[in-house]
């Protein structure tokens, strides 16, 4: 028996999906929960929209993320796609099990002071201006500087041209400069490795030390092993965070009455749990900074509404929709930074949930408050459907986030 045809969604909700995806989303909850994005020469890529299916999918032994199961797909810089996010058990279990310990919500949590620290500089030199862009003058430089500090990266390339590195090498462009790019990343992963070998019993204290050394001495993991995996922390390590803080600053600016809910005495990470740990988990329900899960493509044919999912098609699990069901959550549309309970998959669901989630947490716990309290009473310095988003495959980030003292 044949499918039944999908319908397509609307051309004018497509043409905002990067600005604004919730009435796409909203759209193929409800008429194409399992939906094909066919195009020639490319593999078929396959959008779950529904919150039971996408967490349903995300533990599903039938989907692979092995992207060499998809003929001809490449899905990201030559050379550094062999970490955890693109890989089956046991490479997974493997290469998870050598980057958690640095994870572990107890070595996370004395973090605190750094990260408060860290945020209160940036913010030192951000209140002597009106006019501040949030992301360029806080968001990015914090959560590149905490990845920075778990890893080991020198002070020396903790900056915004090793930024702008690694971001250029998940920025839709040209050939040309994707292959500069890459040029670009591997000689950087080349400095920052030797750095390692070299500092001979120095390494080891840090993430990558330790990983260099679990490829030297016991061969735990392989070169190519150990670029990717430095490569995906550098990378995740800052950009989701970054877009956690962006994306829940905007969604609070656009709020009041629940920013002001946030600026109450009794916020704060040290306090248990209170408003700022509720509102850091809305916040990441809300406009969730990883947007789709990452590669997953169909290791056996699959059965979803009526539509055939063949062996070696892509499943793109959308969590950012997913997130906004009204199914599963009331009101999903409306902010609500008190909301309990929040079972949101913003950090992914079961085998690959994000080995960085207490750090982002806490991030996000620190960040936020200090935001609203020094920065002041601001409002956006653009109309909201003027502000820049990144047009990236899986993230949901703005570009910049400028606002304006009132
Ligand atoms: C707000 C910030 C963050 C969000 C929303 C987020 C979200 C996610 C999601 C949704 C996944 C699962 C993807 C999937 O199953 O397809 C994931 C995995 C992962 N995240 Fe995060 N993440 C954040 C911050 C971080 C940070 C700070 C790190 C630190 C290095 C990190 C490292 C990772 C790694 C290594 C994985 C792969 C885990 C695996 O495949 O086993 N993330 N993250």
Redesign the pocket.
Known sequence: MSAPAVPSPPPELLAVRVQDPYPLFAWLREHAPAHPDRRDGRPTVWQISRYDDVRAL?TDGRLSKDPGRVPGYVPGPAGLNRH??HADPPD?TRL?TL?NAA?VPRRIAQLEPFIADVANRLLDRVEQHTHVDVIAAFAAPLTFRM?CAILGVPRELDNAATRDTLMATIAPAPAVDAARSEGDLHALLDVLIAGKRAGGERSGVDLLGALVQASDDSGAMSEEELRSTAY??LL??HD??MN?IGNGLLALLRNPGQAARLTGPESGPESGPSPVGTAVEEL?RYD???RD??FRCAAQPIRLHGQLIGEGDIVSLL?GSANRDETRFTDADRLDVGRTPNDHL???YG???????A??RLEGAVAFPLLLRRLGPVHLAKPVDELPWRPARVMRGLAALPVVGT
């Open positions: 995300l955890l996010v997974h998870r980057v994870f990845i995906l922390l995740v390590g989701t965070t956690l990441l969730s900074p990883v899960a990452t969590i913003a950090f992914g085998p690959h949930f994000c080995i960085g989630a750090l982002a």
